[in-house]
C-alpha cells in the first residue's frame, strides 16, 4: 500500500483507507452473515429420459434441452443421445450441482446436433469450441431452438425413460 499512497498526503492515505474499511462494511452488512441465500424448494428429482430418431433411425451425439414451461419450477435439464439415439437428462439442483434426473413438469423441448463443414457430427463432449471447428447446427430451428420448438415434454411424477422424440422432414 505504501507504493500507491506514495505521492499522496498522510491525510488522503488515512482518508482512503477509512473510505475502504467503510465500503468493505457496507459490503458484508447489504450480504449478510446468514448463511447466504436460501436454497429453493423444488420437488425431488426423478429419473427421465428417452429417444431422438429422424425417419426412424437413431440420432446419435444430440444435445437435448428442457427448457421449464408454465409453471414448472427448475433451471431445466439436458443429455446427450448415446449411438441408439438414447438420452437421461440431468439437472443442476438446488445446491447448484449437477445430478441425474428432472423435476416433474411440463417442458418445452429443443434438440441440437452441431456438424462440422465436413458434414462430421461434432461430439457433444468435445473440447473444440463450435466456432472454432466451424460445426453449425444442422437440424431445422423448430426442433434446435428452444423459444421455436414445437416439442413438448412432460415429466410425470414417477419418472419416465419413454421421451421419445421422432424429428420428421430431415434429409
Given at each position: 500500500?505504501?507504493?500507491?499512497?506514495?505521492?499522496?498526503?498522510?491525510?488522503?492515505?488515512?482518508?482512503?483507507?477509512?473510505?475502504?474499511?467503510?465500503?468493505?462494511?457496507?459490503?458484508?452488512?447489504?450480504?449478510?452473515?446468514?448463511?447466504?441465500?436460501?436454497?429453493?424448494?423444488?420437488?425431488?428429482?426423478v429419473a427421465a429420459g428417452g429417444k431422438?430418431?429422424?425417419?426412424?433411425?437413431?440420432?446419435?451425439?444430440?444435445?437435448?434441452?428442457?427448457?421449464?414451461?408454465?409453471?414448472?419450477?427448475?433451471?431445466?435439464?439436458?443429455?446427450?443421445?448415446?449411438?441408439?439415439?438414447?438420452?437421461?437428462?440431468?439437472?443442476?439442483?438446488?445446491?447448484?450441482?449437477?445430478?441425474?434426473?428432472?423435476?416433474?413438469?411440463?417442458?418445452?423441448?429443443?434438440?441440437s446436433l452441431m456438424k462440422k463443414p465436413?458434414?462430421?457430427?461434432?461430439?457433444?463432449?468435445?473440447?473444440?469450441?463450435?466456432?472454432?471447428?466451424?460445426?453449425?447446427?444442422?437440424?431445422?430451428?423448430?426442433y434446435s431452438d428452444i423459444n421455436l420448438?414445437?416439442?413438448?415434454?412432460?415429466?410425470?411424477?414417477?419418472?419416465?425413460?419413454?421421451?421419445?422424440?421422432?424429428?420428421?422432414?430431415?434429409?
Amino acid at each position: 500500500m505504501f507504493v500507491i499512497f506514495r505521492s499522496i498526503s498522510l491525510e488522503t492515505a488515512a482518508g482512503l483507507r477509512l473510505m475502504v474499511v467503510m465500503m468493505s462494511a457496507s459490503i458484508v452488512g447489504a450480504v449478510g452473515c446468514g448463511g447466504g441465500p436460501k436454497k429453493p424448494d423444488w420437488p425431488e428429482l426423478v429419473a427421465a429420459g428417452g429417444k431422438i430418431t429422424a425417419n426412424g433411425n437413431a440420432i446419435a451425439n444430440a444435445r437435448v434441452f428442457f427448457s421449464p414451461k408454465g409453471g414448472t419450477p427448475g433451471l431445466g435439464a439436458s443429455g446427450t443421445t448415446d449411438q441408439s439415439g438414447r438420452y437421461l437428462l440431468s439437472s443442476i439442483s438446488a445446491e447448484g450441482k449437477l445430478v441425474n434426473g428432472a423435476i416433474p413438469g411440463e417442458y418445452r423441448v429443443a434438440v441440437s446436433l452441431m456438424k462440422k463443414p465436413s458434414g462430421e457430427v461434432l461430439p457433444a463432449d468435445s473440447q473444440e469450441p463450435p466456432a472454432t471447428s466451424g460445426a453449425r447446427e444442422s437440424l431445422p430451428m423448430h426442433y434446435s431452438d428452444i423459444n421455436l420448438t414445437r416439442l413438448i415434454g412432460n415429466v410425470p411424477a414417477g419418472g419416465t425413460i419413454d421421451l421419445n422424440y421422432e424429428l420428421t422432414g430431415l434429409k
